[in-house]
């Protein structure tokens, strides 16, 4: 039994958190070198006395140019380009939503197209969600859309979802592995209207059937033998493991973290239903949305928000 304790996701805080701590120590000694003490570096640098602690604690990022004035106030300028690699690394083991979309929705899109056409095989597991590189245009600008609440609305959300209809190309190309696995659930919660989630789930079914795409579906019946869904991820090869969380997009690279989540998605796999099995559980899904659609026809009775 995998448990919580021993989860991925814990795994990858921790991974990342060790980073920091690495960084600044690093900058601590580079200080002490110089026969500073953290009051005397933040007041030539004009700095609250906190910030120096919470960089060399690992409480707080440096930016780049916090690296090139603590080493340029250390008379350590030879240090810059190591720090800043690592700081880079750091940056993108763990990037913070706020800062990947203070480009726009576009670039974020565009880097994950350019990313993902590196790999040949990718195995994807989502409880919550139809994974992007499946989604309808409909669907898709619906999750782009709800983000805005969070991180303040997006004025490309259009060219966006043109990028990420560009990645599905990936999909057909018979160089390419997929092995996708959703839950029932990822089906079934309201993350749209219905009749926008109707086209979405002839989308998949539509997907199942090319011959690089083997889809898999856990239906709400079937008991986990070991791991259980907390969150989705995206395994790329044996090199890169993907993971969003709400605040962050975790970009995992470690031996031991790509093992670990072979195990979780060989285990999350293992129990899912395929071919027809998994087409009757969609089916269920569609039937009982096109119901409830015959029901409450446009403009009458209760609203789907």
């Given at each position: 039994m995998i448990s919580s304790r021993d989860t991925p996701s814990g795994a990858s805080a921790t991974n990342v958190h060790e980073a920091r701590v690495a960084?600044?120590?690093?900058?601590r000694e580079l200080r002490r070198q110089a026969n500073l003490s953290g009051r005397q570096?933040?007041?030539?640098?004009?700095?609250?006395?906190?910030?120096v602690s919470k960089l060399e604690n690992g409480r707080q990022t440096p930016t780049d140019d916090d690296v090139r004035n603590w080493t340029s106030k250390t008379n350590s300028q030879d240090e810059s380009e190591a720090l800043l690699a690592s700081l880079h690394t750091l940056e993108t083991q763990h990037a913070d939503w706020q800062r990947l979309l203070r480009a726009g929705m576009q670039t974020h899109q565009r880097t994950i197209l350019h990313q993902d056409a590196k790999y040949r095989f990718y195995r994807v597991f989502q409880p919550s969600a139809v994974p992007g590189i499946m989604q309808t245009p409909e669907y898709a600008k619906v999750q782009l859309r709800r983000s805005e609440p969070l991180?303040?609305?997006r004025d490309d959300v259009d060219a966006a979802v043109q990028i990420r209809m560009q990645r599905q190309q990936l999909l057909y190309e018979p160089d390419r592995r997929f092995h996708i696995v959703l839950t029932e659930a990822a089906l079934r919660y309201r993350r749209c209207e219905p009749e926008v989630m109707l086209a979405q789930l002839d989308r998949l079914i539509a997907l199942a059937t090319l011959p690089n795409v083997k889809f898999g579906l856990i239906g709400f019946e079937t008991p986990y033998a070991a791991a259980a869904p907390q969150h989705g991820f995206w395994l790329l090869d044996?090199?890169?493991?993907?993971?969003?969380t709400f605040s962050a997009e975790l970009n995992l690279a470690q031996p031991q973290e790509i093992e670990h989540y072979g195990k979780v998605f060989e285990s999350l796999a293992g129990i899912a239903s395929y071919g027809r099995a998994a087409r009757q559980i969609i089916m269920r899904v569609i039937d009982d949305l096109s119901s409830e659609v015959e029901e409450d026809p446009p403009g009458e009775g209760k609203s789907h928000a």
């Open positions: 960084l600044g120590k690093r900058l570096l933040a007041e030539s640098l004009a700095w609250p006395p906190s910030k991180f303040g609305p044996s090199d890169h493991v993907r993971v969003e």
